[in-house]
């Protein structure tokens, strides 16, 4: 016999959904299915809380207490880079491989580095915007104007200095 249900407790499934589309229930009913949610329902608001993500894949957290889901995104590095280009959203359905060659301004750079301060391993901030520089140039666009790598060098060499910043203390 399975044990007793505890309603008090509280579970976390993380899983990557498209932005502002409702995930297939085949897909969310093995993860949530035995939690006892409907998965009808747990993608209509997944859909609902990625609108602003249209078209870009995101990490969702999903807390379930007391058979209620509360949805919360992870952002990932590569899509807030995509959301800096500011990119119309696509159809995925029909078109494919879209290359991101924009240009982004290394302060929207630095806001997402802030953003993912917590999460990076790096010691400094130099070494997070080095991170993101890391991702902007494996998406395929430019940062200033620049490849994103001779940016890298330029903050390695000290002659691109970059403010300091310690990211908050995460409340869970």
Known sequence: MPPKFDPNAVQYVIMRAVGGEVAATSALAPKIGPLGLSPK??????????????????????????????????????SMVIKALKEPPR??????????DGDV???DIYEIAKELRGRS??????????????TAQSVGCTVNGMHPHDLIEQIQSGDFPVEDYEAPAKAE
């Open 41 to 78: 329902k747990v993608g209509d608001d997944i859909a609902a809380a990625t609108k602003s993500w249209k078209g870009l894949k995101v990490t969702v957290k999903l807390t379930i207490q007391n058979r209620k889901a509360t949805v919360s995104i992870v952002p990932a590095a590569a």
């Open 91 to 100: 159809d995925r359905k029909k078109v494919k491989n879209v290359p991101h």
């Open 121 to 134: 391993m790096s010691r400094k901030m130099s070494g997070t915007c080095c991170e993101i520089l890391g």
């Open 105 to 107: 301004k290394f302060e």
